[in-house]
C-alpha cells in the first residue's frame, strides 16, 4: 500500500513541476488525493516530497541567484558613485579650510 501512495506522491510531484507550481505539502497531498497528514507521518511518502523539493528548490536558487546577483552589482555601482561624490567634497572641503600659506618676509 505504501508502495502504490509512493507512486501516487512521485506522480503529484512530477505533474506540480511540469505545472510549474511549487512542491509543498499541501500541493502534493491534493494533487495525489491523500491526506497532507499522511505525507507528513509516512516516512517514505516524506522522503520523496523532500526530495522533489530540494531538486525544485535548486533550480529556483540559481534563478533567484542570478536576481540577486544583479541587484548586488546595482546597488555596488550607485555606492560606489556615491563615494566617488563624498571624497571630491572632502577634497573641496580640505582645500576650502586650508590655511593660506605663509610667504616669507626677507627684513630690509
Not at 561624490?85 to 600659506?101: D, M, N, V, Y
Amino acid at each position: 500500500m505504501t508502495d502504490d501512495k509512493s507512486e501516487q506522491v512521485r506522480g503529484a510531484c512530477e505533474q506540480l513541476l511540469a505545472a510549474g507550481s511549487d512542491i509543498t505539502f499541501a500541493a502534493v497531498a491534493q494533487t495525489a488525493g491523500i491526506s497532507r497528514a499522511t505525507c507528513y507521518r509516512n516516512r517514505d511518502l516524506r522522503a520523496v516530497i523532500d526530495s522533489y523539493r530540494s531538486r525544485h528548490g535548486e533550480l529556483l536558487t540559481l534563478t533567484a541567484l542570478a536576481d540577486r546577483v544583479d541587484n548586488l552589482t546595482q546597488t555596488l555601482d550607485a555606492l560606489a558613485g556615491k563615494v566617488r561624490r563624498q571624497e571630491e567634497e572632502i577634497r573641496s572641503l580640505k582645500r576650502a579650510t586650508r590655511p593660506p600659506a605663509r610667504q616669507s618676509q626677507k627684513p630690509d
